[in-house]
């Protein structure tokens, strides 16, 4: 079956420090979200990717897509406690899809 | 704008007791509906989806069951509560073309003792 896989699954970092959570599928994938979840709360959407080879930014957020489309990335520069929380990778073969297992991301200040 | 509710927002049920979680949507048409389970610090595990009234597709063989009566309304059910049925329950929508941005509920945290 389909999965997704992420690591780390824990990360501590002090605030300022850079952080990247990789995301790796057994399969090609059509798409890959990333997510949000902070502690107590509900996943919340941060992007989407579509193209082989395709990097987004948002402000401190860097996403990657994988040339094979198999993988992915997401990289904080200079973190803010503002970024604790968990970082879930989704990818989709099709309508549904499948969540990483997720980074845990800690920022110590 | 779109909303999606889920109720109750916490529960604890007692193992062999029946279970039903409703989740409805406002402000969209014939979304494409997810139930969703985490455990405790873990990820996400696609449960139930549903592309339709009556559609359903399951994922995982387990004792739930979910049914869509509506087309914005999706409940998770089941008739016989298990300790491993225990964590927290997400309900989401996304359109049915696009992007599939998904829009989670504010899930249902179910302890079963």
């Known amino acids: 079956g389909q999965q997704v896989m992420q690591i780390p699954q824990y990360q501590h970092v002090q605030e300022g420090e850079d952080f990247t959570t990789y995301c790796n599928s057994s399969t090609t994938l059509s798409n890959i979200q990333w997510y949000k979840q902070r502690p107590g709360g509900h996943p919340v959407f941060l992007i989407q990717l579509v193209k082989s080879g395709e990097v987004k930014k948002q402000k401190r957020l860097t996403f990657q897509f994988g040339e094979a489309k198999k993988n992915s990335s997401l990289h904080i520069t200079a973190t803010q406690t503002t970024d604790v929380g968990t970082y879930f990778c989704?990818?989709?073969?099709?309508?549904?899809?499948?969540f990483g297992t997720g980074t845990s991301l800690t920022v110590i200040p | 704008s779109q909303t999606i509710h889920q109720w109750p927002a916490t529960l604890v049920q007692p193992v062999g007791s029946p279970l039903s979680l409703e989740c409805t949507v406002e402000?969209?048409?014939?979304?494409?509906l997810y139930w969703y389970r985490q455990a405790a610090g873990r990820g996400l595990q696609l449960l139930f989806y549903?592309?339709?009234?009556?559609?359903i597709s399951s994922e995982v063989p387990q004792n739930l069951s979910a049914s869509r009566p509506q087309d914005r309304q999706f409940i998770l059910s089941s008739k016989k509560l298990l300790l491993s049925d225990s964590g927290f329950y997400l309900c989401?929508?996304?359109?049915?073309?696009?992007?599939?941005?998904?829009?989670f509920g504010p899930g249902t945290r179910l302890t079963v003792t």
């Open positions: 549903s592309v339709g009234i009556g559609q």
């Open positions: 989401a929508w996304s359109v049915t073309s696009g992007s599939y941005e998904q829009y």
């Open positions: 402000g969209t048409s014939n979304p494409n």
């Open positions: 989704a990818g989709s073969p099709g309508n549904q899809f499948y």
